[in-house]
């Protein structure tokens, strides 16, 4: 999970702590909903994260 946070930070650009934790906590809530692979973490993280919605629009 550490590696999926790193890879959703760097690409976002995220260096506000708040902003880290916020993804970490939804990392932890997709773990917990059966996303095991860091690859579908970060396919789900993109689809709920404002920051990756900002960044595709």
Same mark, same amino acid.
Not at 12 to 33: P, T
């Given at each position: 999970?550490?590696?999926? *946070?790193?890879? #959703? ?6 260096? &506000?702590?708040?902003?880290? !934790? ?5 990392? *932890?809530?997709? #773990? ?6 860091? &690859?579908?973490?970060?396919? !789900? ?5 404002? *920051? ?6």
């Amino acid at each position: 999970m550490g590696k999926v *946070l790193a890879a #959703f930070c760097a690409s976002h650009k995220v260096s &506000d702590n708040q902003q880290r !934790e916020a993804a970490a906590i939804d990392i *932890l809530r997709l #773990f917990e909903q059966g996303f095991r692979d860091g &690859d579908a973490l970060l396919v !789900e993280l993109e689809k709920g994260n404002p *920051l990756a919605a900002s960044r595709h629009q």
